[in-house]
């Protein structure tokens, strides 16, 4: 079965670094984008950015450029979302996704990382 | 950048009521706008794409359409399984803007 397998739930301080990962699992994500969706407690849903793991590309949404990382390890086929520094804000049910076969809509989800930022 | 705004907010129907949902762009984005599904603690699913394909294995009582600015979202007969908070997501260009969401509850 294809699917996106997501590492478990953080409970981090403010100020510590993080990496979740979003491993594909039945199907090889070299040649397909992965998405990062943020979602606040109680509010919508929010695209971080996309990463092409053929050639490490991506695009960042603007809200989200340079307050987080996006990253792949092609060799375990694992995406990444990074933080160095985080803050209560950072908060959330954090996805990744991945795009449809013609655009840029997301048909095949993980199960989300719960990520609590509290002192 | 391009602001995606659903109406209403919520709204409570019937089962068996015929439901419709509004997302507007606020420019043109032909017809690239998904639909998706987010049940009480679960997942998003992907429902609709280019505005009215129905991705498979969704039930035929939800439908879409529109384009360019207006788009809908219709669940011909609502059913308890719905209750659903729903988003739309334009995706013509970056940023791939979700709309706020529409959250859908039982009379």
């Known amino acids: 079965e294809v699917q996106l397998v997501q590492s478990g739930a953080e409970v981090k301080k403010p100020g510590e670094s993080l990496k979740i990962s979003c491993n594909g699992s039945g199907y090889s994500i070299i040649n397909y984008w992965i998405g990062w969706v943020r979602q606040m407690p109680g509010k919508g849903l929010e695209l971080m950015g996309i990463i092409y793991p053929a050639d490490s590309e991506t695009r960042y949404s603007p809200s989200f450029q340079g307050q987080v990382t996006i990253s792949v390890d092609k060799s375990i086929n694992t995406a990444y979302l990074q933080w160095t520094s985080l803050k209560a804000s950072d908060t959330a049910m954090y996805y990744c996704?991945?795009?449809?076969?013609?655009?840029?809509?997301?048909?095949?989800w993980g199960r989300g990382t719960l990520v609590t930022v509290s002192s | 950048d391009i602001q995606m705004t659903q109406s209403p907010p919520s709204l409570s129907a019937s089962v068996g009521d015929r439901v419709t949902i509004t997302c507007r762009a606020s420019?043109?984005?032909?017809?690239?706008l998904a639909w998706y599904q987010q049940n009480p603690g679960k997942v998003p699913k992907l429902l609709i794409y280019a505005a009215s394909t129905l991705q498979s294995g969704v039930p035929s009582r939800f439908s879409g359409s529109g384009s360019g600015t207006d788009f809908t979202l219709t669940i011909s007969s609502l059913r308890p399984e719905d209750v659903a908070t729903y988003y739309c997501?334009?995706?013509?260009?970056?940023?791939?803007?979700f709309g706020q969401g529409t959250k859908l509850e039982i009379k």
């Open positions: 420019q043109d984005i032909n017809n690239y």
């Open positions: 997501q334009k995706y013509d260009r970056v940023p791939y803007t």
């Open positions: 996704a991945r795009p449809g076969r013609s655009g840029w809509y997301f048909d095949l």
